[in-house]
């Protein structure tokens, strides 16, 4: 049995790993190959895509900036800390957390918002007692316009498509039991938006708020 073991590593010698030529390690070995691979892959790809028809769109990040087809460890530069860094810290560009999603899932929120500010309190109330992690909060068309609630081209619209908000009073009323130190709020706003973020800045220094 053991010849006919013999025989049979003899056969099957050419799918063992290869003894490393003295002077090098298996890794380096290994890293060669995975070099020579990849440095072939990327010719392939490179003919590849020369021949492949694209849309015709521009692609560009919102900036404006070109985008290449594609990214690989040959485009990371020397200034590597400073242009991507690592997660957690400065400048940001893999996130805020250190160790990303693993400590903490990203922020679920349900757009709400109606009628009173009081109204939209106890919405927000519900949804954090069912365990939404973070508030979105849906103004009425004259907020968003920037109208007071009591404005004539304001009829029929208070309160209707979101909550109406026309002091600093229904912001106190809209947050109130609602600890700003735990929960992030985000306001889908555009022209009022720095009254809304002075009045709901002011909020938590009130006291029994």
Do not use: C
């Not at 290449?68 to 460890?73: G, I, K, V």
């Not at 990303?100 to 679920?108: E, F, H, I, P, V």
């Not at 500010?117 to 992690?133: D, I, P, V, Y």
């Amino acid at each position: 049995m053991l010849t006919t073991a013999l025989g049979m590593l003899g056969a099957t010698d050419s799918l063992l790993p290869v003894r490393a030529e003295q002077g090098t390690t298996n890794t380096d070995s290994r890293q060669h190959m995975a070099t020579d691979a990849r440095t072939s892959q990327q010719a392939a790809w490179e003919e590849a895509i020369a021949k492949a028809k694209a849309r015709d769109a521009d692609f560009t990040t919102i900036s404006g900036h070109e985008v290449d087809p594609l990214y690989s460890p040959d485009h990371i530069d020397e200034d590597f800390e400073n242009k991507l860094g690592f997660p957690g810290f400065y400048p940001y560009t893999r996130g805020v957390h250190s160790n990303l999603y693993r400590g903490k899932l990203w922020t679920m929120r349900q757009f709400a918002g109606f009628g009173t500010a009081a109204e939209t309190n106890g919405r927000f109330k519900f949804l954090l007692e069912k365990g939404q992690t973070g508030l979105s909060t849906a103004f009425d068309l004259p907020t968003l316009m920037g109208v007071d609630s009591d404005h004539p081209s304001s009829a029929g619209e208070v309160g209707r498509l979101g909550v109406a908000i026309d002091s600093i009073r229904d912001m106190e009323r809209l947050f109130e039991g609602i600890n700003l130190a735990d929960v992030s709020v985000s306001m889908t706003i555009n022209a009022p938006a720095a009254i809304m973020l002075a009045t709901g800045g002011r909020k938590p220094s009130r006291p029994g708020m």
